[in-house]
């Protein structure tokens, strides 16, 4: 390895945030999970929850661009895993959800411990989802359709928390714990 690239490596990690991530609900369209990926490795996501109640996920690497090398990725069988297993860790789950109750999304601090649920593309979240998360959080729509693509949702809302995070000087410290830092290093020098 040049010694460019494992500055690169450095950089990254450096600036992996642990307690911001994203919970995708039976996201199965190749291309928007892939997407989804690529933006949470661009905000500095360290690792993101996959809910696959029905099938495995694949990864559309022509979207992906090799980011699902860099962001783990956890996959669980059912919502109330994912979300209990994030609660345990101390995090808020927001569900990205056209309901009536749902808060503009720029109103959460994600400086926070927080994770972004996303739901299906053509169902949306479902009740079961947006029962046990600690709120519902919406984009705005202005125009003629109801919703955004979901991996374009991701992004608007990841990008908000990576200018929260920037100002309140969240990347200027490390996150991974040495052990971590030092596993994902060789993972990534050796893959
Ligand atoms: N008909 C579905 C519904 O009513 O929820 C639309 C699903 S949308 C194509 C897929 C996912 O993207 C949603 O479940 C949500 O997580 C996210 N999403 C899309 N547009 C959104 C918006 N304007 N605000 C919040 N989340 C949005």
Same mark, same amino acid.
């Given at each position: 390895m040049t010694p460019e690239r494992y500055q690169k490596f450095q950089q990254v990690l450096n600036r992996r945030q642990l307690d911001l991530t994203v919970i995708t609900e039976d996201v199965h369209k190749p291309h928007n999970f892939s997407a989804i990926i690529r933006t949470c490795d661009a905000v500095g996501v360290f690792a993101i929850h996959a809910v696959n109640s029905r099938s495995s996920m694949p990864i559309y690497n022509q979207v992906a661009k090799g980011s699902e090398k860099w962001v783990a990725c956890h996959t669980h069988t059912n919502i109330e895993s994912a979300v209990s297993d994030l609660h345990q860790q101390g995090l808020k789950v927001y569900a990205a959800h056209l309901s009536k109750?749902? /808060?503009?999304? @720029?109103?959460?601090?994600?400086?926070?411990?927080t994770a972004i649920l996303l739901g299906a593309?053509?169902?949306?979240?479902t009740q079961k989802a947006a029962d046990l998360v600690d709120g519902h959080i919406i984009i705005p729509m202005l125009g003629m359709?109801?919703?955004?693509n979901v991996s374009v949702a991701a992004a608007v809302i990841l990008f908000e928390a990576q200018r929260q995070r920037l100002a309140a000087g /969240?990347?200027? @410290?490390?996150?991974?714990?040495p052990d971590i830092y030092e596993q994902m290093m060789f993972e990534w020098s050796y893959p």
């Open positions: 109750q749902a /808060l503009d999304y @720029r109103m959460i601090d994600y400086t926070k411990p593309e053509k169902s949306g979240v359709v109801q919703s955004l /969240l990347y200027e @410290r490390v996150h991974l714990a």
